[in-house]
Each structure stands twice: as C-alpha cells, then as structure tokens.
C-alpha cells in the first residue's frame, strides 16, 4: 500500500501561482511513477502531468503544457506539481497518484493508489 497526501491547494487569482505537494508514505516511493489529475463535479478525472520514477522523464496535458511543471524528490518521498499562469477552468480538485510503471501515464486506470485531493480555485 502507498499513502498519498496531496497539499498546496487555495484560492488565488487569475495569473497567479501555487505548488502542489503530494507526500507519500509506504512501500517505497521511488518504485512508482507519478501523476497528477484533475476533476470537476460531474466530470471525469483528466490528466494533467506525470513523472517517471527518477524523474527522468515527464508528460504534460496539452491544456497546462508550459504552465504547469511536475517534478519529484525521491529523498523526501514528495511529488510536486508547480502551476503558474493560473486560468479560472483550471478551477479543480487535483489528485496525485501512483502507479508501478506499467501503461499509460496519462491514463486514469494506469494508477493504483490515489489522494484525497486539493482544491484549487483562480478566481476570475
């Protein structure tokens, strides 16, 4: 099992900017590749970055591409979602998640343990 706890999420501004953390506990972090979603009430969860297990490699959602960085600390077993230039439909709950390096990383069902999610609000 791996525990994921996401933080960072708040209220900001159009233009603005916040950092995402997601603090895992368990099994060892550095196994698992991470990603980061989205969703909004009544929608499906969408994809927004991921990370390979060193951070070797990363993928971003076309939406969020050279706004949003996603990076990892495998010393401090944390995975950071880092976003600026904030858009008010960037209005979500954001997920972190953990998957054991097999499938897509933009895939939803690639992730076998998730978070309990952050809200992140731009208002307009």
């Known amino acids: 099992q791996v525990q994921l706890v996401e933080s960072g999420g708040g209220l900001v501004q159009t233009g603005g900017s916040l950092r995402l953390s997601c603090a895992a506990s368990g099994r060892t972090f550095s196994n698992y590749a991470m990603g980061w979603f989205r969703q909004a009430p009544g929608k499906e969860r969408e994809f927004v970055a991921a990370?390979?297990?060193?951070?070797?490699?990363?993928w971003s959602a076309d939406s969020v591409k050279d706004r949003f960085t996603v990076s990892r600390d495998n010393a401090k077993n944390t995975v950071y979602l880092q976003m600026n230039s904030l858009k008010p439909e960037d209005t979500d709950v954001y997920y972190c998640?953990?998957?054991?390096?097999?499938?897509?990383?933009?895939?939803?069902?690639?992730?076998?343990?998730w978070g309990q999610g952050t809200q992140v609000t731009v208002s307009s």
């Open positions: 998640a953990a998957r054991n390096n097999y499938g897509s990383p933009r895939n939803v069902e690639s992730y076998a343990y």
């Open positions: 990370v390979s297990w060193i951070g070797g490699s990363t």
